[in-house]
T-cell receptor, first 116, second 114 residues
Framework: NAGVMQNPRHLVRRRGQEARLRCSPM?????VYWYRQLPEEGLKFMVYLQKENIIDESGMPKERFSAEFPKEGPSILRIQQVVRGDSAAYFC??????????????FGPGTRLTVT | DQQVKQNSPSLSVQEGRISILNCDYTNSMFDYFLWYKKYPAEGPTFLIS?????DKNEDGRFTVFLNKSAKHLSLHIVPSQPGDSAVYFCAASATGAGSYQLTFGKGTKLSVIP
């Protein structure tokens, strides 16, 4: 059973360009979460999605950031007009649908975004 | 405002000895706690969790203790092995809306010396 897949693993963008980060959840998982880790910090929640639905985007910056999880294909985290402060590791996690049960989230290897 | 704090950035332990990693939290609504282990250039890997209705949970060499009155939890690794060298993150969540949001500490880097 393949784990959570993220690509690319490393992404370099110049200021003002767009960054697209992809995440394929574990097989059988329908819940996807994105977290960001700045240098020397813990992971911070950004957004929670289910297929074709954004459930909670309270951790997303108000501008330039968007996320989707289409019916077919991976979840995408999109950062428009990147700035140096966007340089970070972006982790995707997934979990199965177990209503009423606490479950752990399984993390992918992350995408390390560097903005030059 | 850090709601989950890991005050020791690093810890060194001899192989075979006990490693104790500590975590404090401030949000009294947190009722589910997890420990994740992270190697460089990899994602966090789930280790062990504990619900607030318990004060101890054990899984092999790993035991997590929860002291709700002190808002403190700790992870014990016995015996420590060189392969345990990694960064350990404490995370917490609260029941209700947003229970899926994990709040992480900054991590403690454990080095197990052979």
């Amino acid at each position: 059973n393949a784990g959570v897949m993220q690509n690319p693993r490393h992404l370099v963008r110049r200021r003002g360009q767009e960054a697209r980060l992809r995440c394929s959840p574990m097989k059988g998982h329908s819940h996807v979460y994105w977290y960001r880790q700045l240098p020397e910090e813990g992971l911070k929640f950004m957004v929670y999605l289910q297929k074709e639905n954004i459930i909670d985007e309270s951790g997303m910056p108000k501008e330039r950031f968007s996320a989707e999880f289409p019916k077919e294909g991976p979840s995408i985290l999109r950062i428009q007009q990147v700035v140096r402060g966007d340089s970070a590791a972006y982790f995707c996690a997934s979990s199965p649908e177990l209503a009423g049960v606490r479950y752990e989230q399984y993390f992918g290897p992350g995408t390390r975004l560097t903005v030059t | 405002d850090q709601q989950v704090k890991q005050n020791s950035p690093s810890l060194s332990v001899q192989e075979g000895r006990i490693s104790i990693l500590n975590c404090d939290y401030t949000n009294s609504m947190f009722d589910y706690f997890l420990w994740y282990k992270k190697y460089p250039a990899e994602g966090p890997t789930f280790l062990i969790s504990i619900s607030s209705i318990k004060d101890k949970n054990e899984d092999g060499r790993f035991t997590v203790f929860l002291n709700k009155s002190a808002k403190h939890l700790s992870l014990h690794i016995v015996p420590s092995q060189p392969g345990d060298s990694a960064v350990y993150f404490c995370a917490a969540s609260a029941t209700g809306a947003g229970s899926y949001q994990l709040t992480f500490g900054k991590g403690t880097k454990l080095s197990v010396i052979p």
